[in-house]
Structure formats: C-alpha cells, structure tokens
Nanobody
Framework: QLQLVESGGGLVQPGGSLRLSCAAS??????????IAWFRQAPGKEREGISC????????NYADSVKGRFTISSDNAKNTVYLQMNSLKPEDTAVYYC?????????????????WGRGTQVTVSS
C-alpha cells in the first residue's frame, strides 16, 4: 500500500524559506512512472493545487500564486519530492499535502489525483 509522508513544515517569518519533503513508500513505486503534486488548504478555503512534476521529472507546473517563489524537484533514488518555498507570505499559511498518480498540467485539480499524504502545517507569521 502506497504511503506518502510530508515533512518540513513549521513556523517561519514573512520573507523566509522552508523546504517541504514528500517521501513515498509501501510498494514498488517510482517517480519514473508517476507524477507528484503539491496542494495546500488554508482554513475555510478549498484545497488548491500549487505545483506538480511529471513522471520522470521532465516538466513542472505552478499556480500563479506561487510562481517564481516555489520550486518543485524530485530525487528518484530516494522516491522523494521537494517543494522549496522562498519569499513566504502570510497568505501561504496552510496545510500542505502531496499527492501522486494524477495529471500534471497547467491547472492542478484535486479530483485528478489518487493518493494523498496527511499534510504538514506551514505558518507564516511575524
């Protein structure tokens, strides 16, 4: 059974940085064949797709809200995907989730991703 575990969240001041990790385990699974996405959900708001990386890492997509500040990357040997978040703003405060086996395209839709982690909290506050 596939398991996704997010880590790296925490409290950071505006303008700061965090790097989130999403580690996959549980069965024969490789980033060579599956796309990975990052989503976030702020209190009282719908879950939002913010970034994805295609199977094999050939292409990436970002929501406008994070473009130029966040970078997604993968380490296939570790079956881990990262989200480097720079220039963080208070509006980036949310629970961040990773998901696997979906469609990595310009608009990242919740309904198109099959497996989810439990999330990690990111709080941007002074």
């Amino acid at each position: 059974q596939l398991q996704l575990v997010e880590s790296g969240g925490g409290l950071v001041q505006p303008g700061g940085s965090l790097r989130l990790s999403c580690a996959a385990s549980g069965f024969t699974w490789t980033l060579d064949y599956y796309a990975i996405a990052w989503f976030r959900q702020a209190p009282g708001k719908e879950r939002e797709g913010i970034s994805c990386i295609s199977s094999g890492g050939g292409s990436t997509n970002y929501a406008d809200s994070v473009k130029g500040r966040f970078t997604i990357s993968s380490d296939n040997a570790k079956n881990t995907v990262y989200l480097q978040m720079n220039s963080l703003k208070p509006e980036d405060t949310a629970v961040y989730y990773c998901a696997v086996n979906g469609l990595c395209k310009e608009t990242i839709k919740v309904s198109e991703w099959d497996y989810w982690g439990r999330g990690t909290q990111v709080t941007v506050s002074s």
